[in-house]
């Protein structure tokens, strides 16, 4: 005994089935299709680039290898490298304690990428760097050394509050920014 399907239970399954098929085929053209375009063209810009580099001499390939690092040794002077950012908190230390600064401490006060795409593998890091010691040969002579360390750290600002007991000492909160490279980007 065979049972009939209702032609209404027919149309609606067959509405449902059209309405899904054009769902499909739209998601295809809005998402998959410019995401194809997109790969193809990727993939034509790595095979040019890839032609290029297999056809650069030996010599060539050495004389960029040289200006790289060249250029990596000359940011290094206004950045912080990856894979170094312990050694600046050493260093900062070190000026701290040759110009007999007490209670000296850093921290992190926060840091992110820059907005700008031609910097996408720079970071800026904001340091709050607190102290206290005489005016003239601590405070002066810190301030002067960390504007001529390298990497460079900028002093965005500080306070300064005086001793009740003695005017010449001095406990300072300095806010500063430093840049560094994004670790694994060379």
Do not use: W
Not at 5 to 25: D, H, P, Q, S, Y
Not at 35 to 44: D, F, K, P, Q, V
Not at 58 to 76: F, G
């Amino acid at each position: 005994m065979m049972k009939f399907i209702r032609k209404e239970i027919l149309i609606g399954a067959a509405a449902t089935f059209g309405v899904m098929c054009l769902l499909a085929v739209g998601l295809y053209f809005l998402l998959v299709q410019p995401r194809s375009i997109e790969l193809r063209g990727m993939e034509t810009k790595l095979a040019s680039k890839q032609a290029e580099i297999e056809s650069l001499s030996p010599e060539t390939v050495k004389r960029l290898k040289a200006q790289a690092e060249q250029s990596r040794s000359d940011l290094s002077k206004y950045m912080v490298l990856a894979g170094q950012q312990g050694e600046l908190s050493i260093k900062l230390r070190q000026l701290a304690a040759e110009n007999r600064l007490e209670g000296f401490s850093n921290k992190d006060v926060s840091g992110g990428l820059f907005s700008d795409s031609g910097l996408q593998n720079i970071a800026e890091q904001r340091i709050n760097i607190t102290f206290s010691g005489d005016f003239v040969t601590g405070f002066a002579g810190f301030l002067r050394a960390v504007e001529n360390n390298h990497p460079a750290v900028f002093v965005d600002g500080f306070s300064v509050t005086h001793d009740v007991k003695d005017d010449m000492r001095i406990t300072a909160s300095m806010e500063s920014t430093i840049f560094y490279e994004q670790k694994g980007k060379k």
